[in-house]
Structures are given as structure tokens and as C-alpha cells.
Nanobody
Framework: QVQLVESGGGLVQPGGSLTLSCAAS????????LGWYRQAPGKERELVAG???????NYADSVKGRFIVFRDSAKNTVYLQMNSLRPEDTAVYYC??????????????WGQGTPVTVSS
């Protein structure tokens, strides 16, 4: 199985920056896509940003130009650099990992979630 450990959440003022990290560990053949989702109170979970094993990235329209997602494949870690944060970015942020087991069967796993609060 694959485990994810997230870190980096917290309280930040509007306009500030925060960087989240998510490290994957366990037994797997490959890690395909690593992504970040978020869920605000009373809302559905939504994709924030993702990065493939080839380095292709995609972003939600609401974060384009403010957030940067990148991965360190040697460390099986994905980062989300969040700049120009707004109160509407307040949510619990979840890491998602799509991987293949040693037998090449695909699966995905979620992190435990890390809260981000943007408030003055």
C-alpha cells in the first residue's frame, strides 16, 4: 500500500504565501499523477492542481497564475506553492496519488488533509 504524509497547512493573511508538501511512501511500481484537491465547508471537493509523471501540469481556473504545483520524483513528493492567497482559498487541502502496484494494477490514495485558513 501507499501512504501519503502532508504538511505545510496553517493560517496566513490575505496576499500571503504558503507551500504544502506531500510525500508518498510504500511499495509500488510507479507513481503516475500527483495532485492537490480542496474542500471548503459546505462545498464539494475540487481539483486544485495536478502534475503527471511527465511533468505536465493542470490547474483550476481559480488558482491559475497564483499557485504552482511541482514534484520531486526522486523523493516521491509533490508540492503546492500558493501565492497571493485569498479568503476564498480557505479549505482543507488533500493530496491525491495515482499509482501502480508492483503487479501494474492502478489505484489511488488520499492524504489525511491539511487545513489552510486565509484570514486577517
Amino acid at each position: 500500500q501507499v501512504q501519503l504524509v502532508e504538511s505545510g497547512g496553517g493560517l496566513v493573511q490575505p496576499g500571503g504565501s504558503l507551500t504544502l508538501s506531500c510525500a508518498a511512501s510504500g511499495r509500488f511500481f510507479s507513481i503516475d499523477t500527483l495532485g492537490w484537491y480542496r474542500q471548503a465547508p459546505g462545498k464539494e471537493r475540487e481539483l486544485v492542481a495536478g502534475v503527471t509523471s511527465e511533468g505536465r501540469t493542470n490547474y483550476a481556473d481559480s488558482v491559475k497564475g497564483r499557485f504552482i504545483v511541482f514534484r520531486d520524483s526522486a523523493k516521491n513528493t509533490v508540492y503546492l506553492q500558493m501565492n497571493s492567497l485569498r479568503p476564498e482559498d480557505t479549505a482543507v487541502y488533500y493530496c491525491n496519488c495515482k499509482f501502480k502496484y508492483l503487479n501494474l494494477v492502478s489505484n489511488e490514495v488520499w492524504g489525511q488533509g491539511t487545513p489552510v485558513t486565509v484570514s486577517s
